[in-house]
């Protein structure tokens, strides 16, 4: 490893990272201008730093380091082992490269939000997902990789894609606690957790409480199998959703008694297992294309079915009024478009919240 090598790595991070930073700054300052400016930065966070963060690790593929360290480390490029150190080492300078580029986003969601959200909270919180989704992906695909070339039969690597994906599910609530900033509840926030989950009959294992921060996020899921249910609360959602935490209580409990997360779950595995016996030529990648075009607006509309059988749930045990009234305050607090979503509502597995209002005051009046 020569210091030409090193020079040249950290310069093209340096320039991409400030690419990245010039042109989500540019895409946010639009995007804040949009009739649902908070709808054009979740699409553009998702969007745009995943294909920002694979394109650098290719670009930091070409150089020199990579394969210098794996030669300095290990005395060779070649194998298992030397494969996932260079990758993981460009892969590192990517995300540095989208880590930066998401800071670009942090003036306009200052702005939509009207929140106090510094550079410092946004990069920590950034690069801590960035790095532990960039180190799952990559030996991941590594591993993936090296079974297709090692001539491993399909069976195998199906059984692998499902054993893995069913495996990344069960522990999906403590892979969780590394990626994010998560404490325990305090005493207090237990016995009140505790006793929410019991009034709306809501089954969990576990609770952690997500620190926010700068975000300022109302929010509560819960992750993981009937192995292990943790519910997750944000201290956003403690602070300023007091009146409601009983109705979206009953709502998170609602959602788990339909199959939604489990069908798109199952969905999505099914769509890697076809999409690997391209791999092995049993299909052709313009059958799997096709397959994806004509197979996933069904999937996102049977998931948007059973989100509203959830609110319909939902209003069961809190009925209309109450129900209405915690999605209000949501779209209020969080400065959320009450549309109907338009055509862009069929490319996803959410439905407006504008849409669920409408529909539950309509049932309302039409009981």
């Given at each position: 490893?020569?210091?030409?090598?090193?020079?040249?790595?950290?310069?093209?991070?340096?320039?991409?990272?400030?690419?990245?930073?010039?042109?989500?700054?540019?895409?946010?300052?639009?995007?804040?201008?949009?009739p649902n400016p908070l709808g054009a930065l979740g699409v553009v966070t998702y969007v745009g730093l995943i294909p920002?963060?694979?394109?650098?690790?290719?670009?930091?593929?070409?150089?020199?380091f990579p394969a210098a360290v794996s030669t300095a480390a290990l005395g060779t490029t070649s194998g298992l082992a030397a494969?996932?150190?260079?990758?993981?080492?460009?892969?590192?300078?990517?995300?540095?490269?989208?880590?930066?580029?998401?800071?670009?986003?942090?003036?306009?969601?200052?702005?939509?939000?009207?929140?106090?959200?510094?550079?410092?909270?946004?990069?920590?919180?950034?690069?801590?997902?960035?790095?532990?989704?960039?180190v799952f992906a990559v030996v991941l695909f590594t591993l993936l990789n090296t079974l297709v070339a090692n001539s491993i039969s399909p069976l195998t690597v199906v059984v692998g894609i499902v054993v893995s994906a069913f495996g990344l599910w069960v522990v999906s609530p403590f892979l969780e606690l590394v990626s994010k900033d998560m404490r325990p509840p305090t005493e207090t926030?237990?016995?009140?957790?505790?006793?929410?989950?019991?009034?709306?009959?809501?089954?969990?294992?576990s609770f952690r409480v997500y620190d926010d921060g700068d975000a300022r996020v109302a929010a509560r899921y819960v992750r993981g199998s009937t192995f292990h249910r943790r519910l997750v609360v944000t201290q956003t959602f403690f602070d300023a959703f007091d009146e409601h935490q009983y109705s979206f209580f009953v709502l998170t409990a609602s959602r788990l008694r339909v199959p939604r997360l489990?069908?798109?779950?199952?969905?999505?595995?099914?769509?890697l297992v076809f999409a690997a016996l391209a791999l092995f030529d049993l299909v052709?990648?313009?059958?799997?294309?096709?397959?994806?075009l004509v197979s996933a607006p069904v999937a996102l509309a049977v998931a948007r079915r059973l989100l509203l059988r959830a609110d319909d749930k939902a209003v069961e045990r809190v009925g209309v009024a109450m129900l209405v009234d915690a999605l209000e305050h949501t779209?209020?607090?969080?400065?959320?478009?009450?549309?109907?979503?338009?055509?862009?509502?069929l490319f996803s597995p959410q439905v407006p919240v504008g849409r669920r209002i409408e529909r539950l005051r309509r049932q309302a009046n039409e009981a």
């Open positions: 490893m020569n210091f030409a090598d090193i020079a040249v790595f950290v310069i093209v991070v340096l320039f991409l990272s400030g690419c990245a930073a010039i042109g989500f700054w540019l895409v946010g300052a639009v995007a804040k201008r949009l920002t963060g694979l394109i650098s690790t290719f670009v930091l593929l070409v150089t020199d494969t996932l150190l260079i990758r993981l080492t460009a892969a590192f300078g990517a995300v540095v490269v989208v880590t930066t580029g998401s800071l670009g986003l942090v003036p306009a969601v200052r702005d939509v939000r009207d929140v106090e959200m510094g550079f410092r909270d946004a990069g920590r919180r950034m690069g801590r997902y960035a790095t532990f989704v960039t926030e237990r016995e009140r957790l505790e006793s929410l989950c019991i009034d709306a009959n809501l089954d969990v294992d489990e069908f798109l779950f199952g969905y999505l595995v099914g769509l052709s990648l313009g059958v799997v294309l096709v397959v994806v779209v209020e607090f969080h400065g959320l478009d009450e549309s109907k979503g338009g055509i862009r509502t």
